[in-house]
């Protein structure tokens, strides 16, 4: 295979003196798969985001096809022929797939659009690479597997040879994540170099031939994956042996319901079935969906974010229908967001006023109505150094931290608040699989404190390491209810999730 990008010995210092990258040489061949493995804040994005432009290095060379080149933003990165596909896609749901694909990237001549030249180069990407969409259909009521593919043809277009991912199967069903291996693996074949950031190590073993592990912004080494066990490449990412799954022996769970929910309407302008459902202390019970099919809106109404438009909660023998956030809270419930940035932190404050916030709302203030700092920092050092916070100060601004030094923050938050009820929706997305052992076993020991959660997640290894019970959604309706998560097959959940499957009663 041909080298066609070299990065040597990168350097990545932010201006509040973070080291993000230290003196990483990374390369990549064409018409490879390459997985990027390493945990939070050891400088995958970091290294990506340089190499498409988002950032730039503070020393060290990148060379494409042997050429030393100097990426200053992304619009000549995707002129060298890279291309970067984000976690969070970035569409515009007002227009069609055909104006997303071309939007900025239009083909005219005497400043008249070509749209018949467009649509032919269209159809033939979507043929070879088996993309199988309606140009015209607006991207706002596409799936999130179909904007996806929207975006891979938006990189197509601008003739990318280089393909990056963030994250790539994080929020799609076991049969949407084989059809995008199938494309991953239609462009390996078609001689296009594929980059892939991932945690999920049985993707890794399954699709890529190449990994890069990361650790604290050093590369530990480039290794053919047929050569190296899932086992291995977890110990080179955290230092240490993971068990994320624990066989599930103790089913003595109480008779009696801490949440009730009872005819819940998600969407009175439409036609389906109230949905009903509990939670008894000391259990964990999963609630999965494609995005949009109803969860996310169940949880906004759990968590009154949302008025309810029919139907009662009851929680702890309380009614909690129309109450307030607050009063919820107070009441002992506890909730992490799916959206860290926007509903789990506030971006103008510190690290310490984010993992402090309900330390503070809790103590109360002491002479001439000062809080007691010296306590809550302690507290607060104490939540840092067992979720491995990684940050310079915890008096930096959070937003300079990485996405899943974000997400510990609101996950130690909300974990430690001692709460009879957490409500958390995928507390384990983005974080390494250190991270994500400890939050397991958080969850378990909440559990056997007696304390219930309601987890919302579409990660199978997640669901099956901690559900009691699976509840899952399709076009605002539950499509099954089960009891015996172990004896759930994969695709099948998948089917459910799509809504090809139904159980005939759910009680």
């Known amino acids: 295979m041909t080298e066609v990008i070299k990065m040597e010995h990168i350097r990545k210092v932010y201006d509040n003196g973070f080291l993000a990258n230290d003196d990483i040489s990374f390369s990549l061949n064409s018409g490879e798969i390459h997985a990027i493995a390493g945990e939070n804040g050891a400088g995958k994005s970091t290294l990506m985001k340089l190499l498409y432009g988002v950032e730039k290095p503070t020393s060290g060379k990148i060379y494409i096809k042997g050429v030393e080149t100097k990426i200053y933003n992304p619009s000549q ?15 515009v749901d007002e227009l069609t797939i055909f104006e997303n694909i071309f939007l900025g990237n239009e083909t005219a001549k005497f400043n008249i659009l070509l749209k018949d030249k467009m649509k032919k180069k269209l159809e033939v990407l979507s043929e070879k690479f088996n993309f199988k969409l309606d140009i015209n259909a607006k991207c706002g009521t596409l799936s999130v597997s179909q904007k996806q593919k929207v975006e ?18 994080a929020v799609l069903t076991a049969p949407e994540s084989d059809e995008l291996f199938e494309q991953l693996r239609l462009l390996r074949k078609a001689g296009h170099t594929v980059v892939i950031i991932t945690h999920k ?4 073993k399954v699709l890529c031939d190449r990994v890069t592990v990361l650790r604290k912004g050093r590369n530990l080494g480039t290794y053919d994956v047929s050569q190296i066990t899932t ?14 799954q624990e066989e599930i022996t103790d089913k003595k769970i109480a008779t009696d319901s801490l949440l009730e929910v009872k005819d819940l309407v998600i969407n009175p302008s439409q036609e389906t079935r109230p949905i009903s459902f509990n939670v008894h202390r000391g259990e964990i019970v999963c609630v999965t969906g494609v995005e949009g099919s109803g969860q996310e809106k169940v949880i906004e109404m759990l968590m009154g974010l949302t008025k309810v438009p029919a139907g009662t909660m009851i929680f702890n023998n309380h009614e909690v229908t129309h109450l307030s956030l607050k009063s919820r809270r107070e009441l002992g419930m506890s909730y992490i967001p799916a959206d860290r940035m926007v509903l789990g932190t506030n971006l103008n404050s510190t690290v310490f006023e984010n993992i402090a916030a309900h330390d503070i709302l809790k103590t109360s203030p002491r002479r001439l109505g000062f809080f007691d700092k010296r306590y809550l920092k302690k507290a607060a050092l104490k939540h840092k150094d067992e979720y491995s916070i990684k940050t310079s100060s915890m008096n930096q601004s959070i937003h300079l931290l990485s996405g899943g030094n974000i997400q510990k923050v609101v996950t130690a938050r909300e974990m430690e608040n001692d709460p009879l009820l957490l409500i958390a929706e995928h507390p384990t997305r983005g974080v390494d699989v250190g991270t994500m052992e400890l939050i397991f076993n958080k969850m378990r020991n909440l559990k056997k404190a007696g304390k219930s959660i309601f987890l919302v997640s579409t990660d199978w290894n997640e669901m099956m390491a901690l559900a009691d019970r699976i509840i899952i959604f399709f076009n605002n309706e539950m499509t099954a209810i089960i009891d015996e998560p172990r004896l759930l097959n994969e695709y099948d959940l998948g089917y459910y999730m799509l809504g090809v499957k139904r159980m005939v009663t759910l009680v």
């Open 77 to 91: 990165s995707i002129k060298l022929g890279i291309g970067m596909v984000f976690q969070h896609f970035m569409l």
């Open 152 to 169: 891979i043809l938006k990189v197509l277009s601008k003739d990318a040879d280089v393909f990056i991912f963030d994250e790539p199967t």
């Open 201 to 204: 190590l049985q993707e890794i």
């Open 231 to 244: 086992e291995e490449i977890s110990r080179l990412m955290v230092g240490f042996d993971v068990k994320l």
